[in-house]
Structure formats: structure tokens, C-alpha cells
């Protein structure tokens, strides 16, 4: 089973600050970590790989010290690691994100299964993953909180819901997505420490993945980001008392009500 | 303080340091409350290729020696010194393999142990052998390519679950302390039965049993070394156990320290906290001194050790002495400065000074210890 799983490097905190002028996440003097989501993906991956044998390769689009994450994804025990790297790249929204990691992927080759979190915890968007799916023309399915299943040619999994969850199953290759739900991720090992210190990260740019430049980084990004802001739920409730023909009266009352008065 | 650890010391301890704030802190409580072993934990250690710190790499360790050890247990003693202890025992059970072994038995038992598959135990003390350790009556006789084992061990850390047990026999009753012999016996040797586990004020999530042997038939191939060498095993083996304790010890007064000097900052009394209180300050400080002078005590002991020194008893006596007597003051005081929020089972001091009394008394007394230090004092006066 040959294994991609795409990380990200993250802020280490929940509470990420802005830049108001550029509306970039502001990263310096903030450790930086592997997407928490993204833990759950390589632990997936890594268990795969010890049941069925194969290969797990951990990559990354984004600036150098991303190789420190990537390290430490060996030191998990992943046995190969790609940093998508280059100028060109700066700037990238979510479909040029899954653009090049899509290319870079071809240029794998033969890959069985793509492993992603669901989201990222800076920007939440929850996009790179399927969209990377539509860029290789794949099936995908997200919040994957148990693979039933995975042999030659398929997976089964469980896609959990609100109220419960659904069983999928699709031909391989295929994408996924998971949440936290499908697993414990373990601590990195001594031995795998002292590996990630020797690794080579290979390095791709724009040129050796093939991919468009028109289509990377700021030129490729349609979306502007306008506002970052985290919504305020500022509902307010009402406790209706009294009768039932009472309380009849007053839910009459306020569904009537034109909007601005509700 | 910059210890000038290696990389690949410094690896073990922040790895060690990490498992003991993820994952032995949250279930420390419980698992002294209900006296849980922790296997899960064991688990942990060997995906993170700890159990082998101290295990040569040719038989699948990490190629460390004592001091590696004691980094693990001082980090994870500051969560949990009982949990813990499943590792240290199990060090305690290997080294009379890793010194005295022959290849065969190397190889038989050490990648085992290393891989965190199997647990080890050390078997010297018995009802009427404690500090008196030449009383031993447990026996073993010599039948055909066999001995026969019959007697009764007691307080034997990690009894009933570990795998392998280095147990201290009498082979010769007439040479005395010359007639000992260190054999490895496997559980599920018939003849081999376990009793029941000890109630224990402190380390409630380490196991303690006694090891029963009744007419037990253990192959004389699992000999350490010499019959009549038994003694010099256990002695040897001490020399370079007794600084994990002293880590144990250390790494409990470091926890009972770090929760104390947090609480005063946040305890107000007086309207303000209770850390701006001179009299609270001192004893900080004296905590805070009394921690560092045991690491530095344990580690450069350790690296005596480690070193191939010929004379090493002393040494690991006075780390063992230092630091466990500085962990019964410190975890009091700890309690002290939580004053009655301290005494309760709420908060985690109260467990850490019960599990420090432990690290006075087991591998040797520290009264057993001094007069051990004083004799070598002696001894190095007239040579």
C-alpha cells in the first residue's frame, strides 16, 4: 500500500492572530507544529502500512522550516517525506494548494490512498482535501472516523455525521480525510529521532512537480481574503411560559413578527 | 542547570518528559487510588524504543547505561514514581544479565526486554533477608541438568507480571553468603506460583507480590555466572540500581516541587499570594537547592558508572541516600505549603510524599547505605 499523507504546518495555538493590513496569519514568534488533524492522518497511515506493509510519505507545500514537521513525521515513522517548496507558491488559497500538491502527487506515481485531516486549525477551511481529490479525479470521502476496511482496489470507511455515521466504501485510489475520532497518534521514537536527524527532505519546486505557475501561489488563488473575523453567536432565547393556549399565542406571536422585531 | 548531556541523552529525557506529561500525569491519581499497573504505559515506552535504554544495541537496545536509565525514571517519576516503576524494576531484573550473562543468555532474554515484549523483576529479599540480605533460605539444588527451587521470596517489585526473574538462592547453606547463586526463573515455571499482591501505603500502581517456589525445576543453563557468585550479583547489581532510585526519588521531589511553587502563586491568603510570603520563599528556595544538589549527585554518579570505574558502591550509595532523603523533605514540604488542600487526595502532593518513603527504605536501607559509604571511606583510608 503506497501511502501519501499531506500535512501542514501550523501555529501552535487556537487562537491565531491576524496581520489587519495583509489579512495573512501573523507566524513569527509562534511555534509552529504539525496540524493536530494532520497527527491523526499519519497515524492512520503508519498503521496501515505495519498491517499491510508498503510505504508512507509525508508532504508539504510551504516555506523550508516546514522540514522541521516533516522531521518529526519521520521521527513518527514515515519513511519518506516531500517539502513542495518555491517563491512560486507564496500566496496560495486552497485550490492552488491542492493544484500543486496534486501535481506533486503525479509525479509519485503509483499512490494507493491520500490521507489528509479535515481541516487545518489556522485556517479551518476544510478544502484541500476534496479539492485535491477533484484535481487527481479520485473519490474522496472526509470525516473518516474508521476504515472498516482496505484492500487491493478498495476501502471501506465510516464518515462520521451529526447524528451518526455512514458507511462508504470506494475503489482505490482514493482520498481521506479524518477526524480525531479514528485514533490515538503515537509518540515519535528514539530511533526515529535519531533517523529524522539524518533524513534528506527531498525538495520539489514548481519545475520538478510540472506545474503551471500561473495556476501556483497569488496568481493561481482566486479567492481575496476580505475579513478574518470568528463569528459571534449572539442568539437570543426566550423561555415561553404560562398555558398552552398561552404559550400557542406567543409562538403565534413571534413567527408573525415581521424579522427585525424577532 | 546545563548538564552537557548528549543529543541522544537529551533526546530520552525530553521523550521521557513528554510521556509523563501526555500520559502519565492524567492517570497518575487513579491509577495509586486503584492500584492499576500500567501496562498501557509499558506499551508506550516500547514505541518509543525506551525499555532499552540501558540494553546494549547488539541484543536490540538503545546502547545506554545507567544514566540513560535514570533520565527515564527521573522524568517519569515526576508524574507518577509507582507507574514508574514498572520500567525501573524491570532495569533492576535485567542488569544481573547485562553483567553477568553469558552470550546464550543475552541473547535469550535481553532483545525481549528491550523490545518492551517482556518485563523483568529482581528477587533478593526475603521474610527473615532484609538488610541482613546473607539470611536467605530460599534453595536450589542441583538435580541432574536441573535445580530444584523451594522457598519463599518477598516484596518482589513487579511479581506476577513480569516475565523474567533473576532470583537469589542458596545453593551451599555451609559457605554462608559465598553460597549464593543468582538463577533466572521464567513465569509459567511449574512450581513457580505467586502471592498475594501487597497493600502498600505508597508506589500503588507498582506491583508487589511474593515469588513461591515449590520444588520449581529451572534448567541449570539459567545460572548467572558462578554458583557462589550470587551474592556478587546482587551486590553488583545494586551499585548500578541504586542511582535510578536515587532518579526515582528525584524525579517525585521535582513533581511535588514544580506543584508547590505553581500553588503559591495562585493561593491568596492575606489578599495577596501566598508566594510573596518570605517564610514560603525560603522554603522554595531550600527545595530548589536540595533538587539540584541530588541531580547533580545522580548524574555524575551515573557517569562514574557508565565510565568503567572499578569502585562504584559508594558513589551509588550516596546518590541513593542523598536524593531520597531530599524527596521525603521536599514532598513534606510540598504538602506544608499546600497546607490542608495538601493532606487531601485531590491534589497531588499528598500521593508523591507517600510514594517518596519508599526510596528511603528498598535497595537498601540509607542506614544499611551509610554504614556501606562509611566502610568504603575506611577501606580507601587504609589502601
Not at chain 1, 17 to 37: A, L, Y
Not at chain 1, 53 to 75: F, N, P, W, Y
Request: glycine share 8%.
Amino acid at each position: 500500500m503506497n501511502i501519501v499523507v499531506c500535512i501542514k504546518q501550523v501555529p501552535a495555538t487556537t487562537e491565531v492572530k491576524m496581520n489587519k493590513d495583509t489579512n495573512t496569519i501573523i507566524r513569527e514568534g509562534v511555534e509552529s507544529i504539525i496540524n493536530p488533524f494532520d497527527m491523526y492522518a499519519i497515524e492512520e497511515a503508519l498503521r496501515i502500512r505495519d498491517r499491510l506493509g508498503g510505504k508512507v510519505t509525508v508532504m508539504s507545500m510551504g516555506i523550508m522550516t516546514v522540514s522541521d514537521q516533516l522531521r518529526e513525521a519521520i521521527a513518527l515513522g514515515a519513511d519518506d517525506t516531500i517539502l513542495v517548496n518555491g517563491r512560486e507558491f507564496a500566496g496560495s488559497d486552497t485550490l492552488a494548494t491542492a493544484y500543486a500538491l496534486s501535481m506533486a502527487i503525479k509525479k509519485i506515481g503509483a499512490v494507493d490512498l491520500v490521507i489528509c485531516g479535515k481541516q487545518a486549525t489556522d485556517g479551518d477551511t476544510a478544502q484541500v482535501g476534496p479539492s485535491l481529490a477533484e484535481k487527481l479525479g479520485v473519490p474522496h470521502t472526509t470525516y473518516v472516523r474508521k476504515i472498516e476496511d482496505i484492500h487491493d482496489g478498495y476501502i471501506r470507511c465510516q464518515r462520521m455525521t451529526e447524528d451518526g455515521y455512514e458507511v462508504i466504501e470506494m475503489p482505490l485510489p482514493a482520498i481521506i480525510t479524518v477526524v480525531k475520532e479514528i485514533n490515538e497518534p503515537r509518540l515519535p521514537s528514539i530511533k526515529g529521532m535519531m533517523r529524522s536527524k539524518k533524513a534528506i527532505i527531498a525538495i520539489w519546486n514548481a519545475e520538478n512537480i510540472g506545474a503551471d505557475k500561473c495556476r501556483c501561489g497569488l496568481k493561481g488563488s482566486p479567492t481575496q481574503v476580505i475579513k478574518t473575523f470568528t463569528p459571534v453567536h449572539d442568539i437570543k432565547s426566550e423561555s415561553i411560559e404560562g398555558s398552552v393556549d398561552e404559550q400557542a399565542f406567543r409562538v403565534i406571536e413571534i413567527l408573525s413578527a415581521p424579522p427585525a422585531a424577532k | 542547570m546545563e548538564y552537557f548531556l548528549t543529543e541522544e541523552q537529551q533526546m530520552i529525557k525530553d521523550l521521557a518528559k513528554r510521556i509523563a506529561v501526555e500520559k502519565i500525569a492524567p492517570l497518575a491519581l487513579q491509577y495509586d487510588d486503584e492500584g492499576i499497573f500500567p501496562r498501557d504505559l509499558m506499551k508506550i515506552l516500547s514505541e518509543s524504543d525506551l525499555c532499552g535504554v540501558y540494553i546494549p544495541e547488539e541484543y536490540g537496545g538503545l546502547g545506554g547505561g545507567v544514566l540513560e536509565m535514570s533520565l527515564v525514571v527521573e522524568e517519569m517519576s515526576t508524574a507518577c514514581g509507582g507507574m514508574t516503576l514498572a520500567f525501573a524494576g524491570t532495569g533492576l531484573g535485567t542488569f544481573p544479565i547485562i553483567i553477568f550473562g553469558n552470550d546464550d543468555q543475552k541473547k535469550r532474554y535481553l532483545p525481549d526486554i528491550a523490545s518492551g515484549k517482556k518485563l523483568a523483576a529482581f528477587a533478593l529479599t526475603e521474610a527473615n533477608a532484609g538488610s541482613d540480605a546473607a539470611g536467605i533460605q530460599t534453595t536450589a539444588v542441583v538435580d541432574g541438568d536441573y535445580y530444584i527451587l523451594n522457598g519463599t521470596k518477598q516484596w518482589i517489585t513487579n511479581a506476577g507480571e513480569a516475565d523474567i526473574y533473576t532470583v537469589v538462592t542458596c545453593t551451599n547453606r555451609a559457605k554462608g553468603a559465598r553460597g549464593f547463586s543468582a538463577i533466572i526463573v521464567e513465569k509459567d515455571t511449574p512450581g513457580f506460583s505467586f502471592g498475594k499482591k501487597e497493600n502498600k501505603m505508597g508506589i500503588r500502581a507498582s506491583c508487589t507480590r511474593e515469588l513461591i517456589f515449590d520444588n520449581c525445576r529451572v534448567p541449570r543453563k539459567n545460572l548467572l555466572a558462578r554458583e557462589g557468585m550470587g551474592f556478587i550479583v546482587a551486590m553488583k547489581t545494586l551499585d548500578r540500581t541504586r542511582p535510578g532510585v536515587a532518579a526515582q526519588a528525584l524525579g517525585i521531589a521535582q513533581g511535588a516541587f514544580s506543584a508547590a511553587v505553581k500553588y503559591s502563586t495562585e493561593r491568596v491568603q492575606f489578599g495577596q499570594s501566598i508566594s510573596s510570603f518570605q517564610v514560603i520563599q525560603h522554603m522554595l528556595a531550600d527545595m530548589a537547592i536540595q533538587i539540584e544538589a541530588a541531580r547533580c549527585l545522580i548524574y555524575q554518579s551515573c557517569r562514574h558508572i557508565d565510565s568503567g570505574q572499578k569502585n562504584i558502591s559508594k558513589e551509588a550509595a550516596m546518590a541513593k541516600v542523598f536524593a531520597s532523603d531530599v524527596a521525603m523533605k521536599v514532598t513534606t514540604d510540598a504538602v506544608q505549603i499546600f497546607g490542608g488542600y495538601g493532606y487531601m487526595k485531590d491534589y497531588p502532593v499528598e500521593k508523591m510524599m507517600r510514594d517518596a518513603k519508599i526510596t528511603q527504605i528498598y535497595e537498601g536501607t540509607n542506614q544499611i547505605q551509610r554504614n556501606l559509604i562509611a566502610l568504603e571511606i575506611i577501606k580507601e583510608l587504609k589502601s
